[in-house]
């Protein structure tokens, strides 16, 4: 089987705070999240105390630990994690992560049962991000 993208939803954030600090591990960060939405397949606006948590390399990109919890319309609460890298591109980032959901059964079972990718762009104040969920298809 080879995998096929379908585009779901478009997810838009907005950071207001970015913290950098050395570790012996290296220079480690926290972008806080204080608002966005996911729109699409799911309608959903993120909630509080959400964010990413990179890992700036040598080469100037970043591997990138998002952890997001959003409120569907319908007040369903969902989580979303996703792992990825950034590279550096003008002043900003291109930004590909794999994303996986986190949700009750019931009408949004189909987001747990899934595997996504996130691929946009990510800067200081926002990200853009196109939220892909990755189908199986039959070979020809």
């Keep these: 089987m080879q995998p096929k993208l379908k585009k779901v ?6 950071f207001d705070l970015v913290l950098d600090y050395d570790t012996l591990s290296g220079q480690r960060g926290y972008m806080r999240l204080s608002g966005g939405t996911l729109a ?6 993120v909630l509080d105390q959400a964010g ?12 990138n ?10 007040g369903t609460t969902l989580y979303l994690r996703a792992l990825g890298l950034s590279t550096p591109q003008g002043a900003g980032y291109n930004m590909t ?11 949004y079972l189909w987001l747990t049962q899934s595997m996504f990718v996130l691929s946009g762009e990510l800067s200081d104040q926002s990200a853009s ?8 298809v039959e070979n020809d």
């Design 65 to 74: 630990d998002v952890r997001i919890v959003l409120e569907a319309q319908d």
């Design 97 to 107: 992560c794999s994303a996986r959901f986190d949700a009750p059964a019931g009408r």
């Design 40 to 45: 699409g397949d799911v309608k959903a606006k």
């Design 52 to 63: 990413d948590w990179p890992i700036k390399r040598l080469d100037g990109a970043l591997e």
């Design 129 to 136: 991000l196109g939220l892909y969920q990755i189908l199986e």
């Design 9 to 14: 939803a478009q997810l838009d954030l907005t």
